[in-house]
């Protein structure tokens, strides 16, 4: 190892360290600058911790206990708890680092644990908001055909759960023509998913509105010049959306995948069943879909599928 205990070690350590994550791992300008913030406020704490000036000898003999007297000092101070976990992820990044490259380890930091960050529950829009999304959905766009596909797309995640990706990686010859459809999810894993007549009968439109000559290899939605539309296109569309209809942030477009399994879960449906349609590799993430207001679920549908039934 380097000579740990030279005051200016740590300086070219943390130098160093900035570089490898600017050259190799391509960290975004603004990440790589959090990063540093994060590691500086860190060895701020310790020298006050130790009584003197933070050194790389000093942080390769730090105890456990050191380590959760800094937890400890950000809990005390008001400090989000994602906060402290990005900057526990940061001091990590740097420790992983030093040990690669043979400058000083410390095995205690594997003994911390950050703080207990509050479970994600996806957010569905309600009954009202995705049918407005779906109705309002083809009236942003400058053309008449790509209103027509922007409203396809849109029914095709809410109306059969799909993810975005699983969308546009669509060709034309996935294109469901019957009740029910084979979709290939993560991990080249296939699932069936049942297919509603709105979403045939929007498909029909789009497919004879589309002004370029589809081939049955090649994608199924397609952008301005041809080419197989990107996920941008259909995040910008609910971004207008949003704006338009007064939609909370997470209306997104895998919102409307999450509104895909909470209303039916809210209509009775079975969780083993809407397991399988998500495509879900395990239930306990199909589970999260059941954090649900108990007065929203008695206001939702009183069918399986609000769109199975619209006229």
């Not at 209306?251 to 397991?275: E, N």
């Amino acid at each position: 190892m380097s000579d740990i205990a030279a005051p200016d070690a740590l300086r070219r350590a943390v130098a160093d360290w900035q570089r490898w994550l600017e050259s190799e791992r391509r960290a975004a300008g603004h990440t790589t600058a959090a990063y540093l913030r994060d590691l500086s406020a860190f060895l701020d704490f310790m020298s006050g911790h130790l009584g003197e000036p933070a050194r790389l000898d000093g942080l390769a003999a730090l105890r456990a206990a050191d380590f959760r007297a800094w937890l400890a000092m950000r809990a005390a101070a008001g400090y989000r708890k994602t906060s402290t976990a990005r900057a526990l992820s940061s001091v990590r990044s740097f420790y992983r680092y030093m040990k690669r490259t043979e400058t000083m380890e410390n095995a205690a930091i594997a003994a911390v644990r950050g703080p207990r960050l509050p479970r994600s529950v996806p957010k569905p829009l309600t009954e009202g908001e995705a049918a407005a999304t779906l109705d309002h959905g083809a009236q942003l766009a400058s053309e008449p055909w790509i209103g027509k596909r922007d409203a396809a797309v849109l029914i095709m995640l809410y109306g059969c759960g799909l993810r975005i990706d699983e969308a546009l990686a669509l060709n034309l010859a996935d294109r469901p023509r019957g009740e029910a459809m084979v979709v290939r999810g993560k991990g080249g894993k296939e699932r069936v998913v049942p297919v509603l007549p709105a979403v045939l009968e929007a498909l029909d439109a789009y497919l004879a509105a589309c002004p370029f000559p589809l081939e049955r290899s090649g994608p199924l939605f397609v952008g301005l010049r041809g080419k197989r539309l990107g996920a941008r296109a259909v995040q910008a569309l609910m971004a207008k959306l949003r704006v338009r209809l007064g939609l909370p942030s997470s209306a997104t477009p895998h919102a409307l995948r999450h509104s895909f399994a909470t209303h039916l879960l809210s209509a009775g449906g079975d969780l083993r069943t809407i397991q399988e349609l998500l495509g879900h590799a395990s239930l306990s993430t199909t589970q999260r879909y059941t954090d649900v207001d108990a007065d929203a679920l008695l206001a939702v549908y009183d069918r399986a599928h609000p769109r199975a039934h619209r006229g």
